[in-house]
């Protein structure tokens, strides 16, 4: 029983951790694909703030190119910032209900055997009794 425990905590544990790369290659994928999004807008805003620059002074055009960079920035960091975190919570949501599932198979298997061996317990007695009767 403990072998077949420890061979299905096993599975459930490879299981667990091909699930979890599953997840975190569809989690890279869409954080790629976010940062690709980001990289065209960027582009797409960066051009269209150098053409009204051109328009404007030199010093005028160093302070908005500067502050567009600061600005992008900015929303880079906080969307990889919200891409960790989630990454983070799905991580630990997993992981709690893979423990979840796994104690309450124990439970389960622990009443099983307690079970068992009331059954064979009572089968002995009640074997021991007979023989008592008997001698």
């Known amino acids: 029983h403990e072998r077949e425990h420890d061979r299905e905590i096993s599975e459930l ?20 694909h976010l940062l690709s999004e980001l990289r065209q807008q960027m582009a797409a805003t960066h051009k269209a703030e150098i053409e009204q620059a051109q328009l404007q002074s030199q010093t005028l055009h160093s302070l908005e ?11 880079h960091t906080s ?12 991580k630990e949501t997993a992981l709690v209900e893979l423990r979840e599932m ?32 008997d001698l």
């Open 13 to 32: 544990v490879t299981k667990h951790e091909e699930e979890m790369e599953k997840l975190r290659a569809e989690l890279n994928k869409e954080q790629q």
């Open 65 to 75: 190119l500067e502050a567009l960079r600061l600005s992008l920035n900015n929303m």
């Open 79 to 90: 969307q990889l910032e919200l891409t960790q975190s989630n990454l983070r919570k799905e």
């Open 102 to 133: 796994l104690n309450d198979k124990r439970a389960q298997e622990v009443a099983i055997l307690q079970s068992r061996h009331q059954l064979e317990w009572e089968k002995i007695k009640e074997q021991y009794l007979k023989e008592k009767e």
